[in-house]
C-alpha cells in the first residue's frame, strides 16, 4: 500500500487532530488575550468532526496502515468512537470549569487534542513499538494536562506521581517489547501470534517473561491490582475536566490495546499467562469496591470505582479469551467499556460544577445534601449515572454488567463471577450513597451554573437509558468489533 494511501485511511480522526493541536498552539502563542470561547469552539468541532468521520467509515472492511503497524478495523472504529466521545464531553465541560479554577491557557486545548491523537494510535495499533508510542504520546500530554493549574500544590503533587509511576509503568512495558521481540523477531501482534501457533505450546521463557512484563505495563494503565496506587491521588488532585478526561479516553485507550494484544495475539497461548489475568482481575474487582466504600471525597470515590470497573473489563477479557469467538456475549468488553465512558462523562459533568469560591474543586459527598430539591434536574442525572454504574436496570450498566457476568460464566468462570457478584453488591452500597445526601439530607448545595456541563450531563442520561432499554444494536456493533480482532 502506498503512503498516500495510508495517509487517506489515518487523516480523517488522527491528523486532524494533531493539525487542529498544532494550529491551536500556535494561536495561543499569538493571540492575546486567549478568545477562550473560539479556542473551545475550534477543539470541540474537531473532535465531533473526528468522531463522525469514525463512525461513517465503520462498516469498512478492515485494512492495514504504514506496513501493518497500524489496522483500521471494526474494533477500532468502536474504540475510537469511545475515546472520542468522552474527550468531547471532557471538553463540554471544560470550558466554564477552566475559567472558574482561574486556567485560562489555549495550551489545554492543544494537550486534550494531542492526547486524543495518542489514544486513537494506541485504538488502532497492530504493532506493539507503535503501540508504545502512541502511549507516550497520550501519556505526555495528560502529565500536563494534570499540572495545567500550576498555582495549586494539590495538581502539581499528583501530576508528579503520576508522571514518575507512569515513566516506570512505560519502562516496564518497553522491556518487555524488547523481550518479545528477541523471542520472536518482531514486534508485530500478527506475527508474534503466527510465532505462537507454530510452536505448539513451546514457548520460548524469554516470551513469557516479556508477555509478564507487558501485563504489568498494562497493569498500570488501567489501574488494575496491584499497580492502581497512583489513582486515587491523581483523580482527586488533577483538574476535574482532566480527571474525566482520564476516567474516559484514556481508560478507553488503553483496554483497547490491552485487549488488541491479549485477545488478538497471546489467546493463542493463553494457558501460560490465563492465571495471572483471573487473579488480577479478582482482585482488581475487590480492592476497588473496598476502597471506594469508605471515600468521603467523591473524586477518590470514583478513583476506586475505576479500579473496580478496571476489574470487571479484564473479567470480560480474560472471558473472551478462555471461551474463544463461540460466546454470544462476546462483545461484553466493548459494550461495557462505551456504558463505563458515558456513565463517567455523566457523573464528571456534575462535579465539575462543583467549585468554592476560591476556584477550588469542593467534591466531598457533603455538599450533594439537598441536591434533589436545588437542582433536581442535576440531581436526577447523577442519579441515573450513579444507578448505571451501580448495575441497576433500566440502564446500560445493567445491560452491560448483565452480559459481562454471562461471558465470565459461559467461559466457565464461574469462580470469577462470584468475586465479581460480590464486588457488585459493595458497589451498590457506595453508588446510592450520594442519593442518600441528595435526597434524604437538608443542605444548601452551591453548584456553579454551567450550561454546557449541564447539557453533557443531559446527553450522557439520555444515551444511557436509550441503550439500556434498546441495547441491540450496540451489542451487535460490539460484537463484531471483538470478532474482528479474533480474526
Not at 496502515?65 to 468512537?81: E, Q
Not at 509511576?165 to 518479545?180: D, E, K
Not at 453508588?431 to 453533557?456: C, K, N, Q, T
Request: net charge neutral; aromatic share 10%; hydrophobic share 55%.
Amino acid at each position: 500500500m502506498s503512503p498516500v494511501t495510508d495517509w487517506m485511511l489515518l487523516s480523517a480522526p488522527l491528523l486532524l487532530l494533531a493539525a487542529m493541536g498544532v494550529v491551536l498552539m500556535v494561536l495561543s502563542a499569538v493571540m492575546r488575550p486567549m478568545p477562550r470561547t473560539l479556542f473551545w469552539g475550534l477543539a470541540c468541532g474537531t473532535v465531533a468532526l473526528s468522531l463522525g468521520l469514525v463512525a461513517r467509515s465503520a462498516g469498512e472492511p478492515a485494512s492495514d496502515a504504514f506496513a501493518g503497524m497500524l489496522r483500521v478495523d471494526a474494533y477500532g472504529h468502536f474504540f475510537a468512537c469511545a475515546v472520542l466521545l468522552g474527550g468531547l464531553f471532557a471538553l463540554l465541560i471544560s470550558d466554564g470549569y477552566m475559567d472558574r479554577i482561574g486556567v485560562r491557557v489555549g495550551e489545554f486545548y492543544s494537550l486534550v487534542l494531542f492526547a486524543l491523537c495518542g489514544m486513537l494510535g494506541m485504538v488502532y495499533s497492530s504493532d506493539l513499538m507503535m503501540t508504545f508510542i502512541a502511549l507516550e504520546v497520550m501519556s505526555i500530554a495528560v502529565y500536563t494536562l494534570c499540572a495545567i493549574k500550576r498555582a495549586d500544590e494539590r495538581a502539581v503533587e499528583s501530576a508528579f506521581k503520576y508522571f514518575i509511576l507512569g515513566a516506570f509503568s512505560s519502562g516496564i512495558l518497553l522491556y518487555g517489547v524488547a523481550m518479545v521481540y528477541g523471542a520472536t523477531g518482531t514486534t508485530s501482534l500478527t506475527g508474534i501470534a503466527h510465532f505462537l501457533a507454530a510452536s505448539h505450546g513451546d514457548v520460548p521463557r524469554l516470551l513469557l517473561l516479556g508477555g509478564a512484563l507487558l501485563l504489568v505495563g498494562f497493569g498500570f494503565k488501567v489501574a488494575s491490582v496491584p499497580f492502581h496506587m497512583w489513582a486515587p491521588d491523581v483523580y482527586q488532585g488533577a483538574p476535574t475536566a482532566v480527571t474525566a478526561l482520564m476516567a474516559t479516553g484514556v481508560k478507553a485507550a488503553s483496554f483497547a490495546a490491552f485487549g488488541r494484544v491479549v485477545i488478538g495475539t497471546f489467546s493463542e497461548d493463553a494457558s501460560h499467562w490465563a492465571g495471572g489475568l483471573w487473579w488480577m482481575a479478582a482482585l482488581t474487582m475487590l480492592v476497588g469496591n473496598v476502597g471506594a466504600l469508605v471515600q468521603d471525597d467523591l473524586k477518590r470515590m470514583f478513583a476506586y470505582s475505576s479500579i473496580a470497573h478496571a476489574g470487571y473489563l479484564l473479567m470480560a477479557l480474560s472471558s473472551v479469551t478462555t471461551a474463544g469467538d463461540t460466546h454470544p456475549a462476546l462483545g461484553s468488553l466493548a459494550f461495557y467499556m462505551l456504558a463505563y465512558t458515558l456513565m463517567n462523562a455523566g457523573a464528571f459533568a456534575v462535579l465539575s460544577q462543583m467549585t468554592d469560591e476560591h476556584g477550588a474543586d469542593a467534591t466531598h459527598i457533603d455538599r450533594l445534601s439537598g441536591l434533589g430539591k436545588k437542582h433536581p434536574m442535576v440531581a436526577l442525572g447523577l442519579s441515573i449515572c450513579l444507578i448505571s454504574l451501580a448495575g441497576l436496570p433500566p440502564t446500560m450498566g445493567f445491560v452491560g454488567k448483565f452480559y459481562l457476568f454471562s461471558a465470565a460464566v459461559g467461559a466457565g468462570q464461574l469462580g470469577l463471577a462470584v468475586v465479581g457478584a460480590v464486588g457488585a453488591a459493595a458497589g451498590v452500597y457506595y453508588y446510592l450513597r450520594p442519593m442518600i445526601y441528595m435526597y434524604m439530607r437538608d443542605g444548601e448545595p452551591e453548584l456553579a451554573s454551567d450550561g454546557r456541563a449541564r447539557v453533557a450531563l443531559a446527553i450522557t442520561t439520555a444515551l444511557l437509558l436509550a441503550f439500556g432499554l434498546m441495547p441491540g444494536s450496540v451489542l451487535e456493533w460490539a460484537d463484531a468489533s471483538v470478532r474482528s480482532v479474533l480474526g
